[in-house]
């Protein structure tokens, strides 16, 4: 799944003392150390756990997965079969937010609506990488094919739908349709917010999703050069059978969940693990969540990207979030032992 749009201009990170840039490391912490962890609220981590639990196929997570469907007390729980394992290869931590958003569409075009949203056509997946954004947009070869899914009426908003990955459209008549990733043109991601700041519009400390989005209308020509910049385009797939009330699909194809789901770098935490964020700035998050998802920009033991649910609210405070802090992996017992061995020999 693509992510926020200020997860590609992530400054270069400064390696921790001690480590070097290549070197993994693994500390056994006891919970003692994780700030806050007393007062969270741990039956809503065990509740989004039990989300995907049952899909992670090694032996020792099936049966922590067993014991937690027996609604155990949750911190209990991750106390007496976790350990937490600060997991490091030399980057400073950061986090940044993403979330689910929603846009106004139809069925068919007219009026405001002009701007489909595609399924992937089939030589998109043989071709790679296949026609840019500019081409695709612009170009005659999607029409008449029978491609699209919906027509919205913004092409900015469609543009960072392309990011998330997923969303909603709502239609006219108040029906709420689904929208997921499907795959994409081949084409490597291109920031148009690390644009703005090449081109000096904007300090790197300026730049968020709704600083781009209003200079991108106040610009209407200038700024659909700008989304052209980024040669990378999103294909998309309805989703059925999705309640409305749920989460979009993460990467272990299951809803996440507002505030304790997070998307990680799979190289170095599970998916499916609970993590305990300990989020720094103007706005500190000591929570214990969920590793359900993953994403292109999401890269490093020490990133991580936080899913804050749908709509412009959960936009606005996603896109404003950029800060350091530290996060660690709880690992069941025997694991996270085998690995302090490993890191031993």
Not at 1 to 20: H, W
Not at 70 to 80: D, I, M, S, T
Not at 125 to 136: D, M, N, Y
Request: proline fraction near 7%; glycine fraction near 10%; aromatic fraction near 10%.
């Amino acid at each position: 799944m693509i992510r926020a749009v200020l997860a590609a201009l992530c400054l270069a990170l400064q390696p921790s003392v001690g480590a070097a840039a290549d070197e993994t490391t693994y500390s056994v912490l006891s919970f003692d150390e994780l700030n806050g962890w007393e007062r969270d609220d741990h039956q809503k981590a065990l509740d989004a756990f039990l989300v995907t639990c049952p899909d992670m196929k090694d032996p020792d997570w099936q049966s922590l997965c067993a014991l937690a469907q027996q609604k155990p007390n949750a911190k209990g729980f991750f106390e007496l079969f976790f350990r937490p394992i600060l997991i490091s290869e030399g980057n400073s931590a950061l986090f940044t937010g993403y979330f689910e958003p929603e846009l106004r569409g139809a069925l068919r075009p007219g009026g405001p609506y002009k701007y489909p949203l595609y399924h992937e056509p089939p030589e998109s997946k043989v071709s790679r990488p296949w026609l840019t954004r500019r081409e695709i947009e612009t170009g005659p070869t999607m029409k008449g094919r029978g491609l699209e899914i919906a027509w919205v009426d913004d092409p900015v908003e469609l543009f960072f739908l392309q990011i998330q990955g997923s969303g909603r459209i709502r239609l006219p008549n108040g029906a709420v349709i689904r929208v997921g990733y499907a795959g994409s043109n081949g084409h490597d991601y291109r920031s148009i917010g690390a644009e703005l700041v090449r081109r000096g519009v904007y300090s790197v400390h300026q730049v968020s999703a709704q600083v781009i989005k209003n200079w991108v209308r106040r610009n209407p020509v200038d700024g659909m050069e700008l989304l052209y910049h980024n040669p990378s385009y999103v294909f998309f797939r309805k989703l059925k059978d999705h309640a409305s009330d749920l989460g979009p699909l993460g990467a272990m194809n299951r809803p996440v969940t507002s505030g304790r789901s997070v998307a990680v770098d799979p190289a170095f935490v599970p998916l499916g693990a609970p993590i305990w964020i300990e989020k720094g700035g103007k706005r500190p998050i000591r929570r214990l969540m969920i590793a359900q998802d993953t994403g292109s920009a999401i890269k490093g033991a020490q990133r991580a990207d936080i899913f804050f649910g749908t709509g412009d609210k959960a936009g606005r405070a996603a896109g404003r979030l950029r800060d350091p802090g530290r996060m660690v992996v709880l690992m069941p017992i025997q694991r996270a032992f085998a690995m302090m061995t490993e890191t031993l020999q």
